[in-house]
């Protein structure tokens, strides 16, 4: 079962003194995270983003009763949360954190790559899946059309379609 709350960033720092927080985002870009009004340093803890803005590609974040530089020193390297259903999807996209650890399939051969332990998020043109192969090899597939062809949620598989010489 899918978790219900999903690491959206780390709080890397502080910004001036009036407890202003230094948002490492994981999400798919920084604006993203601006984007929420209520975020997670746990399931049982609600913070409310006050303000928020993209600087430097980081976010410079605001929660509501963090009004200190002390205050906000304190929630450095906590992780903020956000909830799943606070977040809509196109049905194309799936959160990153729910097919880690998916079996990769390769239909042109038949046979399972190995299983998805990252997707890298840094490539400019598009993600890129990283499969651990049985061996330890790591190979590393790109993660758009052609080659991503179908992710089955329900059995935990990623189907796709190398092409030779892609995984040797």
């Known amino acids: 079962m899918p978790k219900q709350f999903l ?76 909830d799943r259903e606070d977040v809509d999807l196109p049905d194309d996209l799936v959160f990153i954190q729910d097919i880690l650890g998916f079996t990769v399939h390769d239909r042109r051969t038949n046979h399972d790559v190995g299983k998805l332990r990252d997707v890298l998020t840094t490539n400019p043109a598009h993600d890129m899946y990283e499969i651990k192969t049985a061996e330890g090899r790591l190979v590393y597939v790109p993660a758009a059309k052609p080659f991503l062809q179908e992710i089955d949620m329900q059995a935990g598989v990623i189907y796709i379609e190398s092409i030779e010489g892609l995984l040797e």
């Open 7 to 82: 690491e959206a960033g780390k709080i890397v720092g502080t910004h001036g003194v009036r407890g202003d927080l230094k948002v490492q985002s994981w999400c798919d870009s920084p604006e993203v995270l601006c984007d929420f009004d209520t975020l997670y340093l746990d399931e049982n803890t609600p913070v409310t983003v006050e303000k928020a803005q993209v600087h430097k590609n980081v976010v410079l974040m605001h929660l509501k009763g963090i009004d200190t530089v002390e205050a906000a020193e304190s929630l450095r390297g906590r992780v903020l949360h956000l």
